[in-house]
């Protein structure tokens, strides 16, 4: 980066920082650090909501899920409008009728405590180690810039974070989200502009769409019958699985997860908990499909210039030392080949349309698809050879490829401007997660089994304590993050599957069935459903049964109803025995 990229990237920075503590002043207990002593706007409840969902991983690795795989991932979030509109009938009433600190706090008054307790400790598991890959994704940016180790840019960021995030509590966080979401807005428009501006004269945005779009990049409904005409159950993202395990999965998210239940429970009023929640509905989708429109545009970009065998430079360079170079070398060369006319033919492709010239068209279309099958498979090939040079090293460059798109092409001042978005990014989401971890911490365990009884300032020292706690367990967890495989943004959403469902399925009983009272049926009910997602799940991944992730959510939240029931009727038979 240039001299100005750093300046703008460290004014960014330091001014977000002064503005969070300035306004992070508020009262020293737990109303303060955990609720903003309930003074939220919805306007300011709808950013907070928006930037703890809109981590550095929505911003770094959704443009190259876009790159590689098209924008069929928008439909994941299908699901949440609909969501949204459950929450604020059934959900945020009862929170705050409660006046609780966690969701999980009202599981106790209609079941029991273990029912509670489990609940906040599957919360606790997945949103630790979610939070604990989010701190990876900003360290890939210094890693890759600095040529820094990964595992001192992991101490180095989390170290930030967790000074950031002790600092002020739940205010602080909601203020900065405000300032940061407006950053990162700017900077992504000017980051889309620059990439129509960047392509050769005669090409336009419309121009860009249609060869993302022939090159199958532009595939943002499907609907799981593409392939044999029978639905795929193993297939990721489409219509069905947005729509249903996608609404699951926000219900989950936005109605039992702390790091979004505490974002609304700041609010003034139900009213204005209400209103930022739909609005949320109202704006995620469309804000998500312009950020994968930006990957299919960078594709685009890449079809009237070179790209990149490999998106991971550093990596590169690391393998080009080892005995497999020539090999490397082999394959770069061949890749040069089979790209090289590429450009050329999308430039006589483009003249040839708005010419009306069919017959030319048809055939230079042909020959870019085939060009672009065999490149496709050169980059398959190269990280086959770059995994035997670097044994137990992650080979996908997806979270790479925006990121080495606007450090290669992008003017200065500007690269400086989307590496402090990816930041800011990173600390809003992960500040809120750190928030509500604390908060759980606290007040579902620490509150509850502690034989000394704490002043409210004893309990906000107690509740910065365990910020600190969960900053250090989060950065363990970005130590192991590197060999995932998986896009960043993909790998967050699998897991927060692996336990929203069985989360949500408690809720779900403790609000619509009412005859459901005993708490050892419902906790061993969410146990047994946890099991069996796990199991299934393993299962999918060694190919034994076709299951897309966000399948998981719903058969978890059923899973616990229909082990409730089952195990309810039992209980109650036993009961009352057949005279």
């Known amino acids: 980066m240039s001299q100005l990229d750093w300046i703008i990237l460290v004014i960014t920075l330091l001014v977000i920082i002064i503005y969070g503590l300035y306004k992070g002043r508020t009262s020293r207990n737990l109303d303060g650090y955990f609720l ?183 595939n943002v409904i499907t609907t799981g019958f593409e392939k044999t005409g029978r639905f795929d159950w193993s297939d990721k993202y489409n219509l069905f699985s947005g729509i249903i395990g996608g609404f ?74 080892t005995s497999y170079k020539s090999e490397l070398e082999k394959i770069e060369i061949a890749y040069t080949n089979a790209e090289n006319n590429i450009p050329d033919w999308q430039l006589e492709y483009n003249k040839s349309k708005k010419s009306g010239d069919v017959v030319p068209g048809n055939n230079l279309e042909q020959n870019i698809r085939s060009a672009n099958v065999v490149r496709d498979s050169l980059r398959k090939e190269y990280k086959n050879v770059l995994n035997k040079a670097l044994p137990n090293t992650d080979t996908s460059d997806t979270n790479y490829i925006f990121l080495r798109f ?27 997660a750190i928030n509500s971890l604390a908060s759980c911490s606290m007040v579902d365990f620490h509150r509850r089994f502690a034989k000394k009884r704490e002043t409210g300032e004893d309990e906000y020292r107690l509740s910065r304590r365990y910020t600190l706690i969960w900053g250090i367990f989060c950065i363990v967890v970005a130590m192991y993050t590197y060999n995932l495989g998986n896009s960043l943004i993909e790998t967050v959403n699998e897991l927060g599957s692996l336990f929203y469902g069985s989360i949500l399925g408690v809720f779900l009983l403790a609000f619509f069935f009412k005859r459901i009272v005993n708490g050892n049926v419902v906790f061993y009910s969410a146990l047994l459903t946890e099991i069996a997602v796990l199991v299934i799940y393993v299962l999918s991944k060694m190919k034994l049964i076709g299951l897309g992730f966000l399948w998981l959510n719903p058969i978890g939240a059923f899973g616990v109803i229909i082990f409730s029931l089952l195990l309810n009727a039992i209980f109650a038979k036993k009961q009352n025995p057949v005279q």
């Open 36 to 218: 903003s002593n309930h003074s939220m706007s919805w306007g300011l409840v709808l950013l907070s909501i928006m930037g703890t969902q809109a981590s550095a991983i929505t911003f770094l690795s959704a443009p190259g899920q876009a790159y590689t795989d098209g924008m069929r991932f928008v439909q994941y979030y299908f699901g949440i409008p609909l969501a949204m509109v459950v929450i604020c009938i059934f959900f945020v009433p009862i929170f705050s009728r409660m006046k609780v600190y966690t969701a999980y706090e009202y599981l106790e008054s209609r079941f029991d405590g273990k029912t509670r307790s489990l609940t906040s400790l599957l919360f606790l598991l997945q949103r630790g180690v979610s939070t604990g890959i989010s701190v990876f994704a900003p360290s890939i940016i210094l890693s890759s810039l600095l040529g820094w180790n990964i595992y001192w840019t992991n101490l180095f960021m989390g170290g930030l974070l967790i000074i950031y995030t002790m600092s002020g509590g739940a205010k602080a966080v909601a203020y900065t989200q405000q300032l940061q979401l407006v950053i990162i807005f700017i900077g992504m428009f000017l980051a889309a502009y620059m990439v129509v501006r960047m392509l050769p004269a005669g090409v336009g945005f419309t121009d860009a769409l249609e060869v993302s779009g022939k090159l199958g990049k532009l």
């Open 248 to 321: 699951f999965l926000a219900l989950s998210y936005f109605g039992a997860d702390q790091s979004q239940v505490g974002r609304y429970l700041t609010a003034r009023s139900v009213k204005e908990s209400r209103m930022g929640l739909l609005m949320n509905g109202f704006v995620k989708v469309p804000m998500q499909f312009l950020i994968l429109l930006i990957g299919t545009l960078v594709f685009a970009f890449y079809q009237f210039t070179k790209a990149p065998v490999f998106f991971n430079e550093a990596l590169m360079t690391k393998a080009h030392a």
């Open 406 to 432: 606007v450090v290669d092409n992008l003017p200065a001042g500007l690269v400086g401007l989307l590496i402090a978005i990816i930041f800011l990014a990173s600390w809003g989401s992960i500040a809120a």
